[in-house]
């Protein structure tokens, strides 16, 4: 079955990182993604993951997986308070698809 | 600059009463998507066109139906609203079928009130 499960909140203080977690229980997806929504707005891909890697960093953003166990984090250094928002965890398949299983997303609170 | 527009950004209707949410697009992509996102939920896929050919989940509610006249403009119509359709309705593109180099773009969303 396709299911992605997080955290509904997460609270951090600025300044320290943040780690987001994500379980998902389709072995065969390949794309592995993480989104952003800011109050008022769309869903902003952030970074993804092919389900080949172990492990990608983009300035601020490492994205760790961990296919045996399906996890995947994403980690937010130095967490400033524009962090704060709701993020997705979603992941699609390899065929080429147009269906991507999004989780219902966390929500990061981060305090001056 | 704004790639997905979505229009209006909120609407009111009555229960039963049917309602059209707009979607426009400048990314000249093939594929348009509607999403439904209830609160504290994953957003949910009703159904997407690849150019022309529509494409519906298969438990999209009959009640949901979609429109799409040309390229840059796509319609979700909701027949008869019911308290359940309350929600967060994203309208989403992509150029072609998803891919690491094919994501895709949201809209900001229309969130829409049944009363």
């Known amino acids: 079955g396709e299911d992605v499960e997080q955290s509904l909140f997460l609270s951090v203080r600025e300044g320290d990182s943040s780690v987001i977690n994500c379980t998902y229980t389709d072995s065969s997806s390949t794309y592995l993604y993480w989104y952003k929504q800011e109050p008022g707005a769309g869903l902003q891909l952030l970074t993804y993951i092919f389900s080949n890697m172990d492990m990608k960093q983009d300035q601020r953003l490492t994205v760790l997986l961990n296919k045996k166990d399906k996890h995947l984090s994403l980690r937010i250094a130095d967490t400033q308070t524009g962090d704060s928002a709701i993020y997705f965890c979603a992941e699609s398949k390899n065929t080429g698809g147009f269906k991507t299983i999004f989780g219902a997303g966390t929500r990061l609170f981060v305090k001056a | 600059d704004a790639m997905v527009i979505q229009n209006p950004r909120y609407q009111v209707t009555q229960f039963g009463k049917p309602v059209t949410l707009s979607c426009s697009q400048t990314l000249n992509h093939n594929v348009m998507y509607w999403y439904q996102q209830k609160s504290s939920q994953a957003p949910k896929l009703l159904f997407h066109?690849?150019?022309?050919?529509?494409?519906n989940e298969a438990d999209t509610p009959d009640n949901f139906q979609s429109r799409r006249p040309n390229t840059s403009f796509c319609f979700l119509d909701i027949r008869s609203p019911g308290l359940g359709d309350a929600a967060m309705y994203l309208c989403a593109t992509s150029r072609a079928r998803l891919s690491s180099t094919d994501t895709q773009y949201f809209g900001p969303g229309t969130r829409l009130t049944v009363l």
């Open positions: 066109y690849y150019d022309k050919d529509f494409n």
